[in-house]
Structures are given as structure tokens and as C-alpha cells.
């Protein structure tokens, strides 16, 4: 059993090798995005970056625009964590408007992807919560709110609801709790 944070990495490339034996893009895109996520945990940003970058361009390659999406918030964590929160915000833009695409689904107007564009308004709110900007914040967080649920997602309503908290709790620079 390989332990550590060495162990993810190997995990990880693992997955990769056996999405890559049969073939599935997507699933490559999956490990690579893993991958990322566990470079970035150990401080490798460089190489967390060019991974992340690997994931998305494979996704996007074989035509998943959701897997690209998921990528470019895999990259958008990595820059937050190396202290790009603009560069961060840019991607999550990105991602967002992804997510909020729509379809018609009998007769009715559905998001591409309601869950992970809940995920990537929360992020968004909580990248702009660090860079002081409380409205923006409270406004990702509230959309994020609707579309949790609106797709009954009470996990995904749980999770907003909990980092909505932070930008209530958060101080504004003259020292004092700020305003509802």
C-alpha cells in the first residue's frame, strides 16, 4: 500500500494509465485533473498548472465541454493557492458561463450542468470573499443558492450555506463586523 502524499501521485497515475488502456478521454481528463489537484496540495504549482492545463485541453480535445469546464476550475484553485485570485476569478468566469449553458429538454429549459455550476459560483464567491469584494460575494453565493435549489441539491445548498456564513463573519478593514 503506497502511503503519503507520494501515494496520490501514484494513484493518480494509475487512473491515468488505465483511462489511457481503454481509451476514455474523459476519464483521462478525470485523472488529470486529480493529478492537478494533488501537485497543487504539495506546492508544485508549476507543474499543477501545466497538468491542469493537460486535463482540460484533453477533455476539450474529445468534445467534453464539462470536463474542459471542470478543468479551468482545477486551474482556477491552483492560481488562487499560488495568490493569482484575479487569475482565479477569470477562470471561474469562464467555467461558470460553461455551466449556465442550457438546453431544452421537454420543452423545458434545463442548465448544462446545474451541480457544477453551483460549485463554481461557490468558488467564485468565495475568490472574490478573499479579495474583499462582500457584494460580489454574497451575490455568487446567492445565485449558487438558487441553483442548488432549484435542482434539489441539499448537499450542494448545505455547502453555500456554509461558505455564505464566511462573508458574514469576515471583518471589513476598519475592524468591524460587516453589514447584513
Known sequence: VVQGLGGSVEHAMEALNIFSEVSDAAGQAEALRS????????????????????????????????????GEMVAAGILADGGDVEGAVRLLDKAKGTFARTSTLSGVQVFLCPHELGNALCQLGEAHRLLGRRDLAKEAFSQAGIVFAASEDSHGTA??????????????????????
Open 35 to 70: 493529478l492537478a489537484r494533488t501537485y497543487s496540495s504539495q506546492g508544485k504549482l508549476a507543474t499543477a498548472r501545466k497538468v491542469a492545463e493537460q486535463a482540460r485541453a484533453t477533455a476539450e480535445d474529445a468534445g467534453d465541454v464539462v470536463g474542459a469546464a471542470l
Open 159 to 180: 455547502r453555500q450555506q456554509c461558505m455564505m456564513s464566511l462573508v458574514y463573519a469576515t471583518r471589513t478593514p476598519s475592524g468591524a463586523a460587516p453589514g447584513g
